[in-house]
């Protein structure tokens, strides 16, 4: 039997050691967040800069005129086809290291008709188009901790033979994780009448 001095000592020394476990464990967890969050805010002050520069572009070309009927009959299709459509989605998602399905990233793909707002006369964009074309609305929404999955996206928007306009980009800081972001793309897609 060991004496009651020699095992307090012992048990503070174990006690001393638990705690001095766990401040390690947190300044390591801590830093490890700490760099993640150091790496996000980074990331959006990159997106605020091409944000703002994207916005002067707009508004130094805001005369410039849509393109020909001519030139988007290239890249309109001839027929609204609902499931080649959603093909189309899914697959830029997939290609995009979006995992489709995986709980976590909550892959949402919507695919509806415009709003009849965009055929009214009250000057939009689309009016002139809705005389020509039947348009339609995609939405994508998905999770996810990397901000490059999104641009991934958008450059694939850009690589199929398909015309597609971005009507608004939407992200958004999940309050369960802070260290994940909800994306939220809303495109609006052509077919010929």
Do not use: W
């Amino acid at each position: 039997m060991l004496s009651k001095k020699f095992s307090d000592m012992i048990f503070i020394s174990v006690v001393i050691l638990i705690i001095a476990a766990i401040f390690v464990m947190r300044v390591i967890i801590l830093n490890t967040y700490d760099d993640r969050i150091e790496r996000y805010e980074n990331e959006i002050t990159e997106l605020e800069a091409q944000i703002a520069r994207d916005a002067r572009l707009i508004v130094d070309n805001r005369h410039d005129q849509l393109p020909s009927l001519e030139e988007m009959a290239q890249v309109v299709p001839r027929r609204f086809d609902f499931n080649a459509l959603e093909d189309l989605i899914y697959g830029m998602v997939a290609v995009s290291n979006i995992p489709l399905y995986d709980a976590d990233a909550d892959v949402f793909v919507g695919i509806g008709s415009a709003p009849a707002a965009y055929g009214s006369p009250t000057g939009n964009a689309f009016n002139p188009l809705t005389q020509h074309f039947d348009l339609y609305r995609v939405t994508i929404s998905f999770n996810t901790d990397d901000l490059d999955d999104m641009r991934v996206l958008l450059d694939h928007l850009d690589s199929v033979n398909q015309l597609f306009v971005i009507q608004s980009l939407e992200f958004y800081l999940n309050t369960d994780n802070p260290l994940d972001f909800s994306v939220e793309v809303v495109l609006v897609t052509f077919y010929q009448k």
